[in-house]
């Protein structure tokens, strides 16, 4: 694990963004995985103008790793909507270079990827329970690939999904699907951004280096390639 | 997670031995690790007549990856010691090329391989109960890099280090030294040889692919590069 | 550029397939294209059992390089016949895993390949004229990519493709395909393999190292990643 | 050879950044050779910023890839006092960092970059004339490793040295050294920049894509991993 320490937000999402530009800069087909929610924001807002109506980026391809899906509803869910809003939308992703991760492709997804090359490069965010992706604590084990999580995961998670679709009871699903920790593995590199004070206790246990499934993320400081860009706040307990 | 199954061990090792060539085929440096033990024993009788004064493999630089001293006395212990009478000595390794590490080097191993440029490649066998270098059930942590295990990691580790310096007390060490889980999970590419029905619920464990430190092998199928080859008899309980 | 020495014919044949089967092992697809003639016969020979009916290999995707035409014939041509009776036919190749360049897709060969996420390895051979797939003196430019080379190329290039097709004058066709020497470079790893006192000249003149168009073969000594294994008679003169 | 055309300078100059951004965020070591002169100016200027005192840089070691020595002065030349001016002072860059080719090694140059790892990326310019680095028409030939060219190479040579010493005429000297053509090829990733009307010439040329001696920089289009970046009047000959 390599660990970069910014001093402020602000750095952080410029060296996301660098880490982000230096993978889509390749000669051929590249395979990106990029994560929606409020910590890569910044970086999204430094990337649209860098990307938008650039050929030069046309090789490569993005994925989204997890979704949760509008109950009732056709088209995409609460990550493609959020992904679209911040990022996909502004840059004028062609959506042939865009490829979706639903309820629908769920189970032959890490198979449609080693067809497509595999991964490449991922960004990731990182909860303060130690989850990334739909990796919540309980929910997946170290060894599964992309997989459905039920309802009936976790006593809570009938909340967590209520949440994720905006508090709307018609709305809440009762699963969701994510790219599993093994899947997460199989990237060629991985780069994770955490910032603030609620980040800091999961970046010393990052530093420290248990692993423990109690903890999903603490699995990827076993990676080969793994960048972890943190704040001087969420550093402030190493 | 590649699974190679081959109809016997013969095929197993020449299978075993196109993987080690491969990984020293290159035009610069490349550092690999090779394991001791009765299995890899096959794979090395094919090795030697291919690489012994061979100057087009002066660019492979060895690493073992764990160590039991035989107590006072100095010089190699248990698992350089079986190296030397495989592979290093029948194929007339230069000694320079040679990077030994022991109960004096340890703690900065994994410092000393990324000065290197990192590990390219291992090859691994595996135990019954789990185990791969010197990472038994209860030793060591994934999270952990080369480490040194004492005789109270568990009950039964004198017994072990007594069989391991081949039942004389006078030499039994109290601790032997090993490349952490972490540590082998840095190695850009891993490959493991199996075979024998003892192996069978070994493999049958790293197919079905649930990741526990109770069977610490389990945690190679989360590498991004992990190519396991065994025998129709190791393959059996598939 | 690596230089192999090896001291017979044998030699060379067993590091010729020892490069090409480290190639082949890997996890995801590999694109590898291999070349037809006499000097590769060996090679093919102790492929071919280790090879054929492998399942492990079903990640290799095979290319040609080159083809002559039978003229008024539809079907494959003088290559594709060579490499089927020579390797593909005997190792039992699925036919979905090889890839025919002729003249009927050359023009686009090149985006064909980039699509497929490019070449990783080339086996090839080389002429006593400095020539290497259909790169003949006075044929192609170095900056050519793959291409149609007519009859009035050369003034000798009518018996050159009269002698390619058995000297049956019916057969002979006015042109022939390769892929260029930019073609070539663009591959990851060149291997390049040449036996007997005849190819002492070549041999001399890339260990040399001056590039010329006149002695195509020199090109290659630039490119990152080139091995050339030669025989001591193919090494005599340096 | 991928082609990126950017509306104006400044866009080139962030895209040059971005490449030599993504090359630098590696985990372990990795080593780049950077030009000097007039066209990269820009880049270290968005450069400096991002890298003054980054601790996370410091796996990054920089090569000089050619040098100019002013006659009967110790110390630096003409393009490490450049480098220095541009780049490696404003970045505060560790020294320990900086490997200097000058006239002293540049004999045991290409084995010196050998042993440290190969180079994994460089920034070209480009002149008018159709040279990179030190290697000008009728200086270097394309299989040329790193070089000393003395004043008697060209006609107009003297003038050029004195040129390069701001004409005055005692700190002239007689010979520069340069990393070949070879050397250039042999290096992982390629990237060039050029921008405005009197390179317009030049990209024609390597759009064509003939390669030629007499244009010296016409070799590299054949390099598996070349990527140039023009501003639009620099595209505007396509």
Redesign the interface.
């Given at each position: 694990m390599?660990l970069?320490?910014t001093k402020d937000v602000q750095e952080m999402n410029?060296?996301g963004a660098?880490?982000l530009?230096?993978?889509m800069?390749t000669?051929?087909?590249t395979n990106i995985a990029i994560t929606a929610g409020s910590t890569p924001k910044g970086v999204y807002e430094i990337m649209t103008p860098?990307v938008k109506n650039k050929t030069?980026f046309d090789n490569v391809h993005y994925y989204n790793f997890d979704e949760i899906p509008f109950k009732g509803e056709e088209g995409y869910g609460v990550t493609m909507t959020n992904l679209n809003k911040l990022y996909f939308d502004p840059a004028a992703i062609n959506k042939e270079k865009i490829h979706v991760l639903d309820d629908t492709n769920y189970d032959g997804y890490d198979d449609i990827i080693?067809n497509d090359?595999?991964l490449d490069f991922v960004l990731l965010g990182v909860g303060a329970d130690g989850h990334y992706c739909g990796n919540l604590p309980n929910t997946t084990?170290?060894?599964?690939l992309t997989s459905r999580v039920t309802e009936d995961a976790r006593p809570d998670m009938v909340d967590i999904l209520l949440s994720e679709v905006g508090g709307v009871e018609e709305k809440r699903p009762d699963f969701y699907v994510t790219m599993g920790?093994?899947s997460i593995?199989?990237?060629?590199k991985l780069v994770m951004i955490a910032n603030g004070k609620s980040k800091a206790e999961v970046v010393k246990k990052l530093v420290?280096?248990?692993?423990t499934e109690e903890f999903p993320v603490?699995?990827l400081?076993?990676?080969?390639?793994?960048?972890l860009i943190v704040d001087e706040e969420a550093a402030s307990l190493l």
């Open positions: 390599k970069i320490i410029e060296v660098q880490q530009l230096g993978a800069h000669q051929y087909r860098l030069y080693a090359g595999g084990k170290f060894g599964d920790p093994k593995m199989q990237i060629k420290e280096g248990i692993v603490t699995l400081t076993t990676h080969p390639d793994f960048t």
